[in-house]
């Protein structure tokens, strides 16, 4: 007798806490994990691709892309990926920060639809967080629920791609529980957005995550400057 074929998820993972822990979530959920990432040039690309592909092992994900997507160093506008614009260590900033680059999570969810179209995927996950997104438009749930629509539009017939975004509603710190009650291997991930080795603690991705492991009472893995 033939054995069932397991539902495909493709998950963006950039190599960072809340992409891991979407990933873990959908192989909870039974899914076959097709592991997706991008580099664009951005400051800590070398970093993320090296934890991108230590997580891929620890979750023993069936297939893997890694995209290059050079455009996005010409575009600039971004302290992600100008390197005239410095990443901001001061804070919370008001309105949307300078390290946001222009309508990334839609190029990355229109090319994972691509790749999941293509793998016969039923399920693509971003780990996107709206509460602590610092203020990125792309993060909203109803911009990713308006996506959803148009790459169904815009995929066969027999597509129907859904797109998760379990941990949009969450806090950092119920992040942080949940990534240790599955047993998330945080210690590969990388969250910086200034540097390659050590974590500067001070940008705001690091602010994010440390006060996420503050409020959850347990301490960080990765080593801070």
């Known amino acids: 007798m033939e054995a069932t074929q397991r539902k495909k998820a493709v998950c963006i993972m950039s190599g960072g806490m809340d992409s891991t822990l979407s990933a873990y979530m959908a192989k909870q959920k039974g899914y076959e994990i097709v592991a997706l990432h991008f580099n664009y040039d951005q400051r800590t690309e070398k970093k993320e691709l090296e934890a991108f592909h230590a997580i891929c092992h620890a979750l023993d994900v069936s297939s893997k892309y890694v995209l290059s997507l050079d455009f996005f160093k010409h575009l600039g506008a971004s302290a992600l990926t100008d390197r005239s614009i410095e ?7 008001e309105g949307v920060p300078v390290t946001y680059v222009p309508f990334r999570n839609g190029i990355f969810l229109s090319m994972a639809a691509a790749v999941a179209e293509k793998e016969g995927a039923e399920l693509l996950s971003i780990g996107v967080v709206q509460e602590d997104s610092s203020g990125y438009p792309d993060c909203r749930e109803n911009y ?3 996506m959803q629509k148009a790459i169904n539009l815009g995929t066969k017939d027999e597509t129907v791609i859904e797109i998760a975004m379990p941990l949009v509603h969450l806090k950092k710190s119920e992040i942080v529980q949940t990534a240790l009650a599955l047993d998330v291997p945080l210690h590969l991930t990388w969250s910086c957005y200034k540097n390659e080795s050590k974590a500067c603690g001070v940008c ?3 602010r994010l995550r440390l006060n996420g492991f503050e409020k959850a009472g347990v301490k960080d893995p990765i080593e801070y400057e």
């Open 204 to 206: 705001d991705s690091c």
């Open 87 to 93: 990443v901001p260590i001061g804070g919370v900033e």
């Open 144 to 146: 990713i629920e308006a």
